[in-house]
């Protein structure tokens, strides 16, 4: 059976907390059994191995996102279902398209197909 792999997610404050602890001297174990944070993620961290977020939010993998949380709500799909205007992936993929150039916004999405997604 597979693993369902769960990501861990913590304060960025609780690891502040936990660098300054390791720091004064404290054991890598201790110190993560006390923060409650990971402690490979304690050991990266330390060493500078990771780099550190920018702001509160934590980046995963190489993507970068195009949109912030506010240009991402997506009330104008939801309105549209109950409408029987449901959208198909293709119609968002063209909003999402539009939606980056009309702010301005640099972005990877194809340029000839004027859709989101890769080439």
């Known amino acids: 059976m597979p693993r369902v792999y769960i990501r861990k997610n913590w304060p960025e404050e609780q690891m502040q907390?936990?660098?300054?602890?390791?720091?004064?001297?404290?054991?890598?174990?201790?110190?993560s059994r006390e923060f409650q944070v990971p402690v490979i993620a304690l050991k990266r961290r330390a060493k500078g191995k990771?780099?550190?977020?920018?702001?509160s939010t934590k980046k995963y993998g190489i993507k970068q996102t195009v949109f912030n949380l506010?240009?991402?709500?997506?009330?104008?799909?939801?309105?549209?279902?109950?409408k029987m205007y449901g959208l198909t992936t293709q119609d968002v993929l063209t909003l999402a398209y539009q939606l980056a150039?009309?702010?301005?916004?640099?972005?990877?999405?194809?340029?000839?197909?004027?859709?989101?997604?890769l080439e």
């Open 70 to 82: 506010e240009q991402e709500r997506v009330d104008y799909i939801k309105d549209m279902e109950p």
């Open 101 to 117: 150039e009309r702010n301005n916004l640099t972005h990877p999405f194809s340029e000839a197909k004027e859709k989101a997604g």
């Open 17 to 31: 907390k936990a660098l300054d602890a390791v720091r004064d001297g404290i054991p890598y174990k201790t110190t």
């Open 50 to 55: 990771t780099k550190i977020p920018i702001g």
